[in-house]
């Protein structure tokens, strides 16, 4: 009951505050991440379309229906109300198109130029996390830990999403694809606006990621697993 409520009233719900968050927050790097979150959302349902069985199916109907609904709405506004989009069109025009112009993006330009100077004035070795402003965390990482501590950040980080196998639930495998599906966006958006600070939520996916990953290696001495795709339909977010 509590999942059927969960995906066919909470979900739509909360992709609506979602997009109106994302309207009130007048952030490219918003922007962005919830671009990147529509392109995931569709592999997701390819996927699961994809998928054998109707368990990795389900909900794809409703989902799909949710999104053809808004885009009907959003279209007889536009007929009713041509000029409706208007405010909507010069906000991206000036936060994404013209942000090349904009002071903010000058700024957090010369931040990265500077923290990548340190850098390089430090032989590679860093500056210590928190010595240098910038506004990207690739940047940030790569200038406060050096070049040693970037790689084994962003190798811990590809490790976790390359994560795949079942435990003795068999849970792990959904688990592993939805914290790729979640992080990813994120990621992105760090790259533009982040710092150095990968903040709780991702430290908390790391952590679980990486107990199941130690569950899934002591299921495995025990009897021998199927490894499931990285991609695969398996991998599907509606998969149980």
């Keep these: 009951m509590w999942q059927g409520a969960v995906r066919d009233i909470a979900a739509p719900l909360l992709v609506l505050a979602l997009i109106g968050c994302i309207w009130l927050a007048r952030s490219?790097?918003?922007?962005?991440?919830?671009?990147v979150f529509v392109m995931l959302a569709v592999v997701d349902w390819c996927l699961r379309l994809g998928a054998r069985g109707r368990g990795a199916r389900r909900g794809v109907a409703g989902e799909l229906g949710f999104v053809v609904v808004l885009v009907i709405?959003?279209?007889?506004?536009?007929?009713?109300?041509?000029?409706?989009?208007?405010?909507?069109?010069?906000?991206?025009?000036?936060?994404?198109?013209?942000?090349?112009?904009?002071?903010?993006?000058?700024?957090?330009g010369m931040w990265r130029r500077v923290a990548f100077e340190g850098l390089?004035?430090?032989?590679?070795?860093?500056?210590?996390?928190?010595?240098?402003?910038?506004?990207?965390?690739?940047?940030?990482?790569?200038?406060?830990?050096?070049?040693?501590?970037?790689?084994?950040?962003?190798?811990?980080?590809?490790?976790?999403?390359l994560r795949t196998g079942r435990d003795r639930t068999g849970e792990a495998s959904f688990v592993f694809s939805a914290f790729r599906f979640a992080v990813i966006p994120?990621?992105?958006?760090?790259?533009?606006?982040?710092?150095?600070?990968?903040?709780?939520m991702l430290a908390f996916g790391f952590g679980l990621v990486s107990?199941?990953?130690?569950?899934?290696?002591?299921?495995?001495?025990?009897?021998?697993?199927?490894?499931?795709?990285?991609?695969?339909?398996?991998?599907a977010l509606a998969v149980p």
């Excluded at 994120?186 to 709780?200: C, I, K, P, R």
């Design 211 to 235: 107990a199941l990953a130690d569950d899934v290696r002591s299921a495995t001495r025990r009897r021998p697993v199927r490894h499931a795709p990285l991609w695969g339909p398996e991998n």
């Design 28 to 35: 490219s790097g918003a922007y962005v991440g919830f671009a």
């Design 186 to 200: 994120g990621f992105v958006v760090g790259l533009m606006v982040g710092s150095a600070d990968f903040g709780g």
């Design 73 to 108: 709405g959003l279209c007889l506004v536009v007929i009713v109300t041509p000029h409706a989009l208007d405010p909507l069109y010069e906000l991206v025009d000036r936060m994404v198109l013209q942000k090349g112009s904009s002071e903010s993006f000058e700024q957090r």
């Design 120 to 161: 390089l004035s430090s032989q590679g070795l860093g500056l210590g996390l928190g010595s240098a402003r910038t506004s990207s965390s690739l940047v940030a990482i790569l200038s406060g830990t050096g070049l040693l501590g970037g790689v084994l950040y962003y190798g811990f980080f590809l490790q976790c999403l």
